[in-house]
């Protein structure tokens, strides 16, 4: 071989191995960069999975209704304490209206009337549970508003409320983490929702609203045993 071809060849051999190396360089870049964007689609389907499931967790209680709601009395239906803020026998006159011994009116919170109808519409039973010691008389108030088509159970006689959820949960066959409570005196929310009962502390300025029923369905779909 001349000494020209020998250049010629050893030229041709470092151009081939250039070749060589520039590919080599080029198929590491490509697999570098596909592992590149197949870990960052990894983390992001990942990511996602993770929000499916926190979705999942957090929106599980949305939806959830109680399958009982009970209701206290006075100052929860209506606007007084039945033994000392009225006076008994009541009567219902033609025009309607319930009146007490000497003729005053006798109504309840302006809303409760259409809150208990519209409750018993969408399929709700409901109850009363009252500590109050004029049974007779508030059974003969509840008879003359003709509440009685929407009650399924009436508890109304003294002592700790836990007595009467018991006699609920017996007769109706539903347990305590299935109802809905509206009561005005803290020392019964105290006492039911220790046993897992949602319960709602009514404003006795305000008595149940349609607005009140709402928050009650909504703390209960939440979740939350009760307001602090
Ligand atoms: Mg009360």
């Not at 809905?180 to 319960?199: A, H, M, P, W």
Request: hydrophobic share 35%.
């Amino acid at each position: 071989m001349t000494p020209v071809n020998e250049e010629l060849s050893f030229m041709y051999s470092i151009s081939l191995t250039a070749k060589r190396f520039t590919q080599f360089l080029c198929v590491s870049l490509l697999l570098t960069k596909s592992h590149w964007v197949s870990g960052n689609i990894q983390r992001t389907c990942s990511s996602d999975s993770c929000s499916s499931v926190d979705m999942a967790t957090r929106t599980e209680p949305k939806g959830r209704k109680p399958k009982m709601i009970v209701f206290d009395l006075d100052y929860t239906l209506w606007p007084f304490w039945v033994d000392t803020h009225v006076d008994p026998p009541f009567q219902k006159r033609k025009s309607g209206d319930v009146v007490d011994r000497n003729g005053r009116p006798v109504k309840p919170y302006r809303e409760v009337p259409d809150v208990l109808k519209k409750l018993k519409s969408e399929g709700y039973l409901i109850a009363v549970a009252s500590r109050t010691s004029c049974t007779k008389e508030a059974n003969s108030l509840i008879a003359l508003f003709n509440w009685d088509q929407y009650f399924c159970q009436k508890e109304i006689y003294p002592g700790c409320k836990l007595t009467h959820f018991n006699k609920f949960s017996a007769q109706q066959g539903i347990a305590f983490k299935d109802m809905l409570f509206f009561d005005d005196e803290y020392r019964n929310i105290q006492d039911l929702s220790k046993v897992g009962v949602t319960c709602y502390y009514i404003d006795e300025s305000i008595g149940v609203t349609e607005a009140v029923i709402k928050e009650g369905l909504q703390q209960y779909s939440d979740g939350i045993l009760k307001e602090s």
